[in-house]
């Protein structure tokens, strides 16, 4: 159990980038805690990121906030994959309430969307 619920649409749009491989830079869906509701939704989509300093600039420097990042990644035999990162992005400037209400819903999250990589 978890103290916040997942939006169906989060899931069903999980579902859908797992599987999506971008053509150029890798993309990342960001969430959030709708605190009134206690619900995990999408906060946005983020496609052509060239550099992980791109998208910390896209989140907010006070407020907690997860990261599904689907990563391009070339082997040397020229395969390429798109693993997915969840990322827990926790400033340290945050309110000791908000990142108590990440920390308790992250590994739900985490399993419920099926990432193994954090």
């Not at 960001?30 to 496609?47: F, S, W, Y």
Request: net charge negative; charged share 30%; proline share 4%.
């Amino acid at each position: 159990t978890s103290t916040c619920e997942i939006d169906q649409g989060l899931k069903d749009k999980m579902r859908q980038f797992r599987f999506s491989k971008s053509s150029s830079g890798d993309s990342a869906i960001v969430m959030k805690i709708d605190k009134e509701k206690l619900i995990i939704i999408e906060e946005e989509e983020v496609n052509d990121i060239e550099s992980m300093e791109e998208l910390v600039e896209l989140l907010p420097e006070n407020t907690p906030r997860y990261v599904a990042l689907s990563q391009k990644v070339t082997h040397a035999d020229g395969r390429e994959t798109y693993p997915l990162i969840f990322i827990f992005w926790a400033p340290a400037s945050s309110s000791p309430e908000l990142l108590m209400l990440y920390t308790t819903a992250k590994m739900h999250l985490q399993a419920t969307l099926d990432i193994g990589r954090v």
